[in-house]
């Protein structure tokens, strides 16, 4: 799910992380989400009013009693706006009152209004004592005992205070994942999936390979989602920039080169999947043999022959693998003949669903930030979606396999 529309509700308390909200207001914006901001006083020793009411375009409710305030109940109407609290920077002070129900600012009388009624994110950040302190771990266990109420881990590392120790908060990008994942509901829990993403890449000595265009966008946007739904993913990634914010406990990541190397990983982790979805661009052939040297130049042609032998067909290996109970989604990224040829792959590798992509669309294929996909079932049904982020596509392809 994408945050797209959604209204954010931060709640700043004065810890030194708060100067890394502004980045975290300027990232949930950029996701399409709104976002209204409400601090204790002592957040705005570390950030302005003016910094988080510019980037939040919004009020900022610093003070219960301000005569400037919108409708004089703010800690009453923002929970009534808000899909989701978050409160980040949560120092010791403002965790123990949260979870004493002491309400005596703008922040913690609106902390106290959302908790009956909206999911709420804690990110504590202070000094490793301060965390390890029992009065605190008290309020921690307190406040994650409340039902909608999920407190983030904080971070090992570098604290403010120059030791280190446990007591971060996660980086914006963290936090910014884990509002989505915390919003998007659960559909795919106890469930474990498979995906094979990226190209692969095949040597033709220590220097030079064969390889595609494939950038992994779209393979790693369906591993963010079914995390985001609850799924445990096992990833099996060619090559690419592409990485994954947050989830550590759920992800296992298994990075290959060769398509040899990607049907080992995908054929062994697919026994204990319910979902495969092989989106990886995977190399057809391979060159029959590696030089161990760098292959040098001919002086006496202007030619070169590569011999090339056949790659394992991870997709149709798993086809022919498959248990009644699994579910196997492939893609086909193809230039004519479209659906035709899409619908003879699908039956061929023995697949459940085929995603048609299709490079002669604007917006679809390689590298693009949106994609444009038709969904073949076996079943015979066909459902064509609009051309959308490859987030989105990732949404609307987890929304349309039965499984
Ligand atoms: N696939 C795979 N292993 C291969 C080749 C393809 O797992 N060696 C998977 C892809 O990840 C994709 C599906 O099979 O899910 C279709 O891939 P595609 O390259 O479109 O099909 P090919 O079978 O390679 O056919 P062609 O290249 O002739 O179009």
């Known amino acids: 799910m994408t945050v797209v529309g959604k209204h954010i509700l931060i709640g700043i308390s004065g810890g030194i ?3 890394k909200i502004p980045e975290l207001i300027r990232q949930l914006i950029k996701q399409g989400a709104e976002v209204r901001v409400t601090t204790t006083r002592n957040a705005l020793q570390f950030v302005t009013e003016t910094t988080l009411q510019t980037l939040s375009g919004a009020p900022v409710y610093t003070d219960v009693f301000a005569a400037i305030n919108e409708h004089a109940t703010e800690h009453i109407s923002l929970p009534q706006w808000a899909d989701l609290m978050l409160v980040a920077p949560a120092t010791a002070n403002v965790v123990a009152k949260c979870a004493a129900g002491i309400a005596d ?12 009624r909206k999911p709420i994110l804690v990110a504590p950040a202070m000094n490793d004592k301060m965390w390890e302190s029992p009065a605190t771990r008290h309020a921690i266990e307190t406040l994650r005992s409340f039902a909608n109420v999920t407190v983030l881990e904080p971070a090992e590392g570098q604290l403010a205070c120059g030791v280190s ?3 971060r908060m996660p980086e914006p990008d963290e936090l910014t994942e884990a509002v989505i994942a915390a919003m998007t509901p659960k559909t795919l829990l106890g469930k474990r999936v498979l995906l094979t993403a990226g190209p692969t890449v095949e040597p033709l000595d220590p220097v030079r390979f064969i390889s595609n265009f494939s950038t ?43 398509a040899r190397e990607m049907a080992d990983a995908a054929v062994s982790a697919f026994r204990e999947a319910d979902l495969a979805i092989l989106c990886a661009a995977v190399a057809d052939y391979r060159p029959e043999t590696v030089a161990p040297e760098k292959i040098k130049k001919q002086a006496d042609t202007d030619e070169m022959t590569l011999r090339l032998v056949e790659n394992p067909d991870t997709a149709a290996m798993l086809g022919s693998q498959k248990r009644p109970n699994q579910v196997l989604v492939g893609f086909a990224l193809e230039t004519e003949a479209e659906e035709e040829n899409a619908l003879r792959k699908m039956q061929r590798k023995q697949l459940d669903y085929i995603v048609l992509n299709s490079l002669r669309e604007t ?23 609009p051309l959308a982020s490859k987030e989105t596509v990732a949404c609307q392809i987890l ?5």
């Open 17 to 19: 992380a708060a100067y």
């Open 105 to 116: 600012d703008a922040l913690t009388t609106t902390f106290c209004s959302c908790l009956a």
């Open 165 to 167: 120790g446990k007591g």
């Open 216 to 258: 992994g966008k779209m393979g790693y946007a369906l591993a963010r989602e079914c995390l985001r739904r609850g799924a445990e993913v096992i990833l099996v990634s060619g090559p690419c920039d592409q990485h994954i914010i947050g989830h550590d406990d759920m992800l296992s990541l298994r990075r290959v080169q060769t």
């Open 363 to 385: 917006g679809a294929g390689f590298g693009t930030d949106t994609n444009r996909v038709t969904i073949f079932a076996k079943d015979g049904t066909k459902k064509d979606c």
């Open 399 to 403: 929304d349309a396999i039965l499984i």
